[in-house]
């Protein structure tokens, strides 16, 4: 089993910075992938950036190229997303997830374990 657990989020103003990070217990192999997702009220969840567990194969979902940067620590177990100049619109539930033993997807479907999700209030 798996289990993902991710923290970060709070409330800052336009133009700021914050880092989420996603600690994983559990099973965690080299070809793994880990994703970022992000949940707005009213509107589905969409993809906002995922790379191998081992590195490589990372992409992003345009609104965030450039201002995103996804990484993470093979030896914590913990994944990164690195958010800078951060817009209202930014403002979400980020969820991480976990794909096992497959590239990187910008399809929340094709995730395997989720986190609870960490609150990202950006103000204007």
């Known amino acids: 089993q798996v289990q993902l657990v991710e923290s970060g989020g709070g409330l800052v103003q336009a133009g700021g910075s914050l880092r989420l990070s996603c600690v994983a217990s559990g099973n965690i192999f080299s070809s793994n992938s880990v994703g970022w997702f992000r949940q707005a009220p009213g509107k589905e969840r969409e993809f906002v950036a995922a790379?191998?567990?081992?590195?490589?194969?990372?992409i992003y979902a345009d609104f965030g190229k450039g201002r995103f940067t996804i990484s993470r620590d093979i030896s914590k177990n913990t994944a990164y997303l690195q958010m800078n100049s951060l817009k209202p619109e930014d403002t979400a539930v980020y969820y991480c997830?976990?794909?096992?033993?497959?590239?990187?997807?910008?399809?929340?479907?094709?995730?395997?374990?989720w986190g609870q999700g960490t609150q990202v209030t950006v103000s204007s």
């Open positions: 997830a976990l794909r096992l033993n497959s590239w990187s997807s910008r399809k929340a479907v094709e995730y395997d374990y």
């Open positions: 790379t191998i567990w081992s590195g490589g194969s990372t």
